[in-house]
């Protein structure tokens, strides 16, 4: 794995007797730091993405002091500083879109400011894959804290969490919700801070930073408010102490055997499909990557585990109850290398030992099955085929089992404002078993393949009772969302992928066991349809270097010079 030239360590830095140590030690003095807090070692940076432009990761200020606490207690010295932070509902045109910002920011921070390690503190969907990445790339010893779920309101005899949300949103759609439910609905959707209090992305994300070792094991579902989290966070300092001592790196943890953990626990979660691009990214970092067919042979063979919402009925805490994370890597012990390290320096083996003995198995709950007797044979499927050469997903625990399988008659949607315009339109040529394809908003087109390949049932479907059809699309869906939504097809349509080339009427043929998504048309026919493609719109600013750099899902939509692989532009050198 390559390495870039980083600023010395901060207590290298801070102890120098000659003019760096010099001025160092000066400018902490001005921030009030005593004289016994500057020696101490070594300097933990804590990179947090707090915003209040960004709801889910607003406790994130208070969990740094706890974390602060935990340093100081093993002998470090904090210091706490900000990055940019992505909130999934407030940014435009997608928090994907400036995922790779984020993590040059964190990369940056961690490489050139004069600290030996650093605790990150994320939470929204994206903050956590990018300060992985980040983290990763600039090398130094990295704990993670999430910022845990937000609360679950009860409205009207229900638990109510984000999930709720879409179906209402349909039915407003559809004139069923009146002006009273809808206000006091958005009372009770979102009633603290945290992330999305179902195995949305964020817990996903979570959850695969404690399977990676960066996160410590357990700290996933706490909720956002519980007292415990800031014990996570205090435990937090003192673990990053450790693994400054022990030279643990982020080149350590990332490994082709704790990437298949990971994959396999989202698998078994029924999490959010956004992990599959955010795992290749992360691979791609530590100079690794995960190829399509490996992808799928991971999905095949591992069954889904947890019920909890949105691909089951119980709630995140009940998935606690029944131990959490480790309780699910305990579970798919036999598919897993335990071997592998925890955030804490434990191998997985120890640590899902040592909690078997405090807390007994608990595998068979209502929450969490067993790996004896799944809840179904597979909880994720990565495809292939004519219609995707480079892959798609579909998250089967949230799909409808009958259309699994299903032959169908395209109904093409060309961006977002074209399905405005027309999914409720009486006249749309569309039946129950029609495949709805929704092109021109994948990574490039998007740009960031915004959150919308959920295409809305056509309304005159709707009411004769339609609640699920198969679509297709190269761009994402919510990890709280469900139905069998074909995603992340790649090539995208806008770089040329076969999604383009799609007309209303053409047969698509979809088999998730068999891993496969075709187009029933003549290679000689899609030839015919090829026209010449339009130049790119002018970019300026970030948009100039995403549109020149961005890589397709199947290279985890990561810019090709941040990949550990990258080998120069040397054919355009800067002038
Ligand atoms: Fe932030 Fe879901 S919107 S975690
Ligand atoms: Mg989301």
Redesign the pocket.
């Known amino acids: 794995m390559s390495q870039k030239n980083v600023a010395r360590g901060g207590g290298a830095l801070f102890a120098d007797p000659g003019p760096d140590g010099f001025l160092h030690r000066s400018f902490l003095r001005g921030e009030g730091i005593p004289p016994e807090d500057r020696t101490r070692r070594p300097v933990v940076g804590i990179c947090s993405s707090w915003s209040e432009l960004n709801p889910c990761n607003a406790g994130l200020r208070t969990l740094a002091e706890s974390v602060k606490r935990g340093v100081a207690a093993a002998g470090g010295l904090a210091l706490e500083f900000p990055t940019i932070s992505l909130s ?1 509902p407030f940014t435009r045109p997608s928090s994907m879109y400036l995922r790779n910002l984020m993590s040059v920011d964190v990369e940056e921070m961690i490489s050139s400011s004069p600290i030996d390690a650093v605790v990150l503190l994320g939470g929204c ?1 994206k903050t956590v894959p990018a300060q992985l990445m980040g983290a990763i790339s600039a090398g130094k010893p990295a704990v993670l804290v999430t910022a845990g779920p937000r609360p679950v309101s009860c409205w009207r005899g229900r638990a109510t969490t984000i999930d709720d949300a879409w179906p209402l949103i349909e039915r407003r759609r559809l004139g069923e919700v009146s002006d009273e439910e809808w206000r006091e609905a958005e009372e009770n959707l979102v009633t603290g801070v945290g992330t ?1 209090n179902v195995l ?3 817990t996903t994300m979570a959850a695969v930073a404690e399977v990676l070792g960066f996160a410590p094991p357990g700290s996933a579902l706490p909720p956002a408010a519980d007292p415990r989290r800031h014990a996570i966070a205090e435990r937090a300092g003192e673990m990053i102490v450790a693994a400054y001592h022990e030279d643990r790196r982020p080149s350590d943890l990332v490994t082709l055997a704790s990437l298949e953990n990971a994959f396999r626990v989202v698998c078994a979660l029924g999490g ?1 499909t ?1 992990a599959v691009v955010h795992l290749e990214a992360i691979a791609g970092r530590a100079g690794l990557h995960l190829e399509a067919s490996t992808l799928r042979a991971w999905a095949a063979t591992t069954p889904l585990l947890a019920a909890v919402r949105p691909s089951g009925e119980h709630l995140l805490s009940d998935l606690e109850v029944a131990g959490g994370v480790p309780a699910v890597m305990r579970e798919l012990a036999p598919l897993l290398d335990l071997g592998t390290q925890a955030a804490d320096g434990r191998s997985w083996q120890t640590v899902i030992d040592a909690e078997e003995q405090q807390t007994g198995a608990s595998a068979g709950s209502g929450a969490l099955a067993s790996l004896d007797s799944p809840l179904a044979p597979a909880g994720m499927a990565v495809l292939t085929g004519s219609l995707a050469p480079d892959g798609a997903v579909v998250k089967v625990s949230a799909a409808s089992q009958r259309l699994l399988r299903h032959r169908g008659r395209a109904v093409v949607f060309d961006g977002i404002e074209d399905v405005n315009a027309r999914i409720d339109d009486p006249d749309l040529p569309v039946d129950a078993d029609s495949i709805l394809v929704l092109r021109g908003l994948g990574v490039r087109g998007g740009p960031g393949m915004p ?1 919308v390949a959920h295409v809305p049932i056509p309304a005159k479907l709707a009411r004769e009772g339609v609640t699920d059809m198969v679509r297709v699309s190269d761009a994402r869906m ?3 969302s469900s139905g069998t939504v074909v995603l992340h097809v790649a090539p995208e349509a806008v770089v040329g992928g076969p999604l383009g080339l799609v007309r209303d009427g053409d047969v698509i043929v979809l088999d998730v066991e068999a891993g496969t998504i075709d187009l029933d048309v003549t290679p000689e026919e899609l030839a015919s349809r090829r026209t010449a493609t339009p130049p790119p719109p002018p970019a300026r600013g970030y948009d100039w270097i995403y549109q020149r750099h961005v890589l397709q899902p199947d290279r985890g939509c990561d810019f090709d010079f941040l990949r550990a692989d990258f080998e120069g532009d040397v054919a355009s050198p800067v002038t």
Do not use: I, R, Y
């Open positions: 999934e969907d999305c949305g992305t964020a959010s956004n959150e919510s990890g709280t």
